[in-house]
């Protein structure tokens, strides 16, 4: 297995580029929409029905929405065609880390880099959602590709093919920067190249296009400059903001102050973000990719300093330079580069273990994969192609900050359901929309909360709407009043921050459950209908066990006083719903205590079943209290329960 031989290569990488797209495409389409994909797929959706703009407020990533346009239009709306550009542009990034690994170290680096990114954990999920990170990956790899062809050429560069790289990088810069506002970073590490290239071309003899370099150089500390001493950056502010959104002002200009704030209370916040992705998808490589950096600058110095440029730099300005806002997946674009001294260290690392057997020495690069092997995380990507969960976290949250939830099956279970007339709410009005098949103007937006950037914190909305709106729980409570008809649909939005307690109250005691309308739980629809009545003996509404990621509810406390206490026994009741078995439901006191909550006797609906509990297992003031689901039932035909209220019964 000679993996110098240019056929060979080709066959290898032909098969990793392959193995990428497979781990990336299956079962792409089976998840509902994740919230933040919504900002492309009813743009698109909007744009081919003609009921909407292409460009509105919310521009970041548009160029990804051009590519859904055309696949909606011939090949239908549905989540498999939104999240193909994602799988097909990840998978091109795993080419784009060969081509670039081929340039900063040799082709058994390459392939081995490609075969990583291909397997990665984390750049698989990012690959097979309809948002715009894929993309951005791929556009900012070309345009090192293309920065790199240019300024550091190599023997079969022709001056052509130079030329038409140069010419190629501003177009390729603008498409990455219309698929995510970081492309900047691109910038900032060309200016650091530019600089220390321009300050060694003083004392480097020969030193190729070093009047270039210079120039380059000299502009970029002005720049640096001005960014980076706050002095320059305050009095260059205002002239920026004649040729520059101040927004963007803002965010390219650091505000000293607020950093200065956040290095006191908060260090290491964004560091830790970004941190956890490299520790977490290949766990402890991390201390290989240390030693094929340490490596690399010692063989290999000139791609030491562009990796110092393009991965580190970029890196630490995250962390703590431009660290507002701080996701894992604004990690996107350096985690392909990190892949590379990691790469390099297996291969170097292999060929050093095989250097006494010549005759095997060719196989270096198979051992190279065979001893990194046990960091790839195939089980959990196993998990994820095959689509084993469909709510809550898809992958650890370390990943990717963002759960799941299934919008689809609630959606259809209400589609027949609707009369003229009804009124419709949503948490997130836009994935209602889509999956009801209706504008969004058309879904009111339940949310109560908005986040105070002056504050800090989450503060009641100031100006309300005239129009109907459930802004308020005012403005909740009046459509109750004046509706006949209406349905709610809840995702984990409605126990958040963003809902004001009195309009989850709200829900809870006058609206109606529909438990058959989500298979897992994590949509709930309510509804309303003033022929009806209003619900009766329901304070909350809990699903557990329908989903492997809800088992558990949060602690829920109960004040109790000295007097009631004085019993030997304490008599609590339990409002549920679809408890088949006397071992399927049951309850934690004070951490400290089990018990299982009895099935009630009505087989259909809600009904009330009592426990007496010892009270040596209570005590004065708060107790808590925290339901559970025993996975391991087996008498339970309907799967999970749903708790509508518990407390004590004072008998």
Known sequence: MNLQAPVKNHLWLGGILLLALFLRLIGVGDLSFWVDEYVHVIRARDVIQGNGPLFN??????????????????????????RLPSVLFGTASVGMVYLIGKRLFNKPTALIAALLSGCSLYLIYWSRLARNYAIFEFFFLLCLLLFLIYFKPQKLDTKKKRNLALVSLPITFILSLISHQLSFFFILSAGLYFLLKGISSFWTKNAENKNLFRVLGGISALGFAVMFIPAFGRLMQNS????????????????????SSLMAEKPLEAFNVYKDVILYDYSYAWIIALGGLVWTFIKKPQTGVLLLCFLI??????????????LPRYLIYLYPLYLLPIAFALTEGSKLLLFKLPKVKKWSPALAVLLFLPFIRGSEIKKLVQVVQKDNFIVDSKLSKWSFVNWKDPA?????????????LATVPKAAAWYLDKPETEIIWFRQKEYDTEKKGYV??????????????????????????????????????????????????????????????????????????????????VVLGKSPARHFSKEYKIPLKKEMLQKTQTEFFFVTQGIDSAREAYFFINKKGKAYIPPHKIKEGKGRSTIKIKTSFLQEGENTIQIGYDSNVLQDPDKGFVLHGMGITGK
């Open 57 to 82: 407020e919310d521009n970041n990533g548009i160029l990804l929405t051009f590519f859904i346009i055309p696949l909606f239009k011939f090949f239908g709306m549905n989540e498999w065609t939104a």
């Open 240 to 259: 920026m903001q004649l040729i520059l959104p101040e927004r963007i002002v803002k965010w390219v200009i650091p505000n000293w102050e607020r950093l």
């Open 313 to 326: 730099f970029p890196f630490l300005l995250m962390s703590f330079i431009f660290r507002e806002p701080s």
């Open 412 to 424: 259809e279970y209400l589609k027949p359901l609707l009369q003229e007339g009804d009124v419709i």
């Open 460 to 541: 009641d909305y100031k100006e309300l709407p005239e129009k109907q709106h459930a802004y308020s729980p005012e403005g909740f409570r009046n459509i109750l009043n004046t509706q006949k008809r209406g349905w709610f649909l809840a995702d984990y939005y409605l126990d958040n921050v963003l809902t004001h307690p009195q309009a989850k109250t709200l829900v809870y005691q006058n609206l109606h459950y529909e438990k058959e309308a989500s298979p897992d739980g994590s949509v709930r629809l309510f509804h309303w209908d003033h022929s009806q009545g209003w619900e009766k003996d329901q304070q909350m509404v």
